[in-house]
T-cell receptor
Framework: DGGITQSPKYLFRKEGQNVTLSCEQN?????MYWYRQDPGQGLRLIYY???????QKGDIAEGYSVSREKKESFPLTVTSAQKNPTAFYLC????????????FGSGTQLSVL | GENVEQHPSTLSVQEGDSAVIKCTYS??????FPWYKQELGKGPQLIID?????GEKKDQRIAVTLNKTAKHFSLHITETQPEDSAVYFC????????????FGPGTRLSVLP
């Protein structure tokens, strides 16, 4: 099945700890995105990457980091600098050259212990 | 930058009735407007989209209308069914924002049997 796989589904972070959320896609899409979803708010863009080895900050990048070493993988690290990390995190991908449709993974719920 | 508002935040309808969700956007350069449906614990899925050169688009029980002059677009669901219950997000893509989108805060639709 083609799609986007996020893991884990649930993640707990202790204070001062960095945690990494995994996102893998087998859609052969060039572009990948990380969004944060808080209750009652729309999706907010954290980071995006339009090509391997390149990525840009979104609207709320502070306290997060990413890498894009492979086309199919776009992991997100929530660092200890992110003081309010509890949220639902969504990874998405889209094709370039006019591929506008975003395909989302099933999300990771991150909570602070 | 672009700002997308969405109303209502919650909507309850009887099964078989119609539901309408409205979004307004601020950037007249936005040219693509998708609607996403998010079921509990899952990632959003694209249900319908419309480009700025089209006034209306229909897909079975779902339709989207766009008024560029007033800068608003609406989702119409007819003959609602219990499986339509979900959170619906609208989004706008500003012309100068690459492949990125600005999302509305979402509408929780409940279809009562």
């Amino acid at each position: 099945d083609g799609g986007i796989t996020q893991s884990p589904k649930y993640l707990f972070r202790k204070e001062g700890q960095n945690v990494t959320l995994s996102c893998e896609q087998n859609l052969n899409h060039d572009a990948m995105y990380w969004y944060r979803q808080d209750p009652g708010q729309g999706l907010r863009l954290i980071y995006y990457s339009q090509i391997v080895n390149d990525f840009q900050k979104g609207d709320i990048a502070e306290g997060y980091s990413v890498s894009r070493e492979k086309k199919e993988s776009f992991p997100l690290t929530v660092t200890s600098a992110q003081k309010n990390p509890t949220a639902f995190y969504l990874c998405a991908s889209s094709g370039t050259n006019g591929g506008e449709k975003l395909f989302f993974g099933s999300g990771t719920q991150l909570s602070v212990l | 930058g672009e700002n997308v508002e969405q109303h209502p935040s919650t909507l309850s309808v009887q099964e078989g009735d119609s539901a309408v969700i409205k979004c307004t956007y601020s950037d007249s350069a936005s040219n693509y407007f998708p609607w996403y449906k998010q079921e509990l614990g899952k990632g959003p899925q694209l249900i319908i989209d419309i480009r700025s050169n089209v006034g209306e688009k229909k897909d079975q029980r779902i339709a989207v209308t766009l008024n560029k002059t007033a800068k608003h677009f609406s989702l119409h669901i007819t003959e609602t069914q219990p499986e339509d219950s979900a959170v619906y997000f609208c989004a706008a893509r500003p012309d100068n924002y690459g492949q990125n989108f600005v999302f509305g805060p979402g509408t929780r639709l409940s279809v009562l049997p």
